[in-house]
């Protein structure tokens, strides 16, 4: 069964702190993704990969950057939170040209005090 | 700039009856066109899709129509059941050289009553 699990279900972190969020995936799919979900806004992407070490900034990527040092796993880090990075932050992966879109994980609730 | 707009928020429907949600695009390059459904504390599971050369797919009691003309699709669910009770969010998928990235539109949160 096809699975995406993200390291934290909740998360609550003080502003200036640099966090990190973790995203694995079991079904060696080449791209991984980060959105965020907001009340109104829908999913919003953040950054994507499509190969090991291999990124592109997707529509909002101002305050976060990723890493991708192995195909299984994909980080999203902010720098130094900020009260309006509070969000559910989705992570997803998909294969290539996949017409099944993306798989998602469950979501990580972060708020930033 | 909204690429992918559904404009009704929420939609209520009574057990056994038609839903239809409603999605429209604005940009050309969109080559499938997707729906997820969402329910609370779960991330978007795929439903079903759609390829810009079709006009109609359909799995089960989900259908999609797609109008390239309007620039619009649709989702009907029939008949409705309690369990869809959940956010949709419709989907499109452009290449862009690298993978294919979907935009999202804001979903439309369906409500089945018995």
């Known amino acids: 069964d096809v699975k995406v699990t993200q390291s934290s279900r909740y998360l609550v972190k003080r502003t200036g702190e640099k966090v990190f969020l973790e995203c694995v995936q079991d079904?060696?799919?080449?791209?991984m993704f980060w959105y965020r979900q907001d009340p109104g806004l829908g999913l919003r992407l953040i950054y994507f990969s499509y190969d090991v070490k291999m990124k592109e900034k997707g529509d909002i990527p101002e305050g976060y950057s990723v890493s991708r040092e192995k195909k299984e796993r994909f980080s999203l880090i902010l720098e130094s939170a900020s009260t309006n990075q509070t969000s559910m932050y989705l992570c997803a992966s998909s294969r290539d040209r996949a017409t099944t879109g993306q798989y998602f994980g469950p979501g990580t609730r972060l708020t930033v005090t | 700039d909204q690429q992918v707009k559904q404009n009704s928020p929420s939609l209520s429907v009574q057990e056994g009856r038609i839903s239809i949600l409603n999605c429209d695009y604005t940009?050309?390059?969109?080559?499938?066109f997707l729906w997820y459904k969402k329910y609370p504390a779960e991330g978007p599971t795929f439903l079903i899709s759609i390829s810009s050369i079709k006009d109609k797919n359909e799995d089960g009691r989900f259908t999609v129509f797609l109008n390239k003309s309007a620039k619009h699709l649709s989702l009907h669910i029939v008949p409705s059941q309690p369990g869809d009770s959940a956010v949709y969010f419709c989907a499109a998928s452009a290449w862009t050289g690298t993978a294919s990235k979907l935009t999202f539109g804001t979903g439309t949160r369906l409500q089945v009553t018995l």
């Open positions: 940009n050309s390059m969109f080559d499938y």
């Open positions: 079904m060696d799919h080449e791209n």
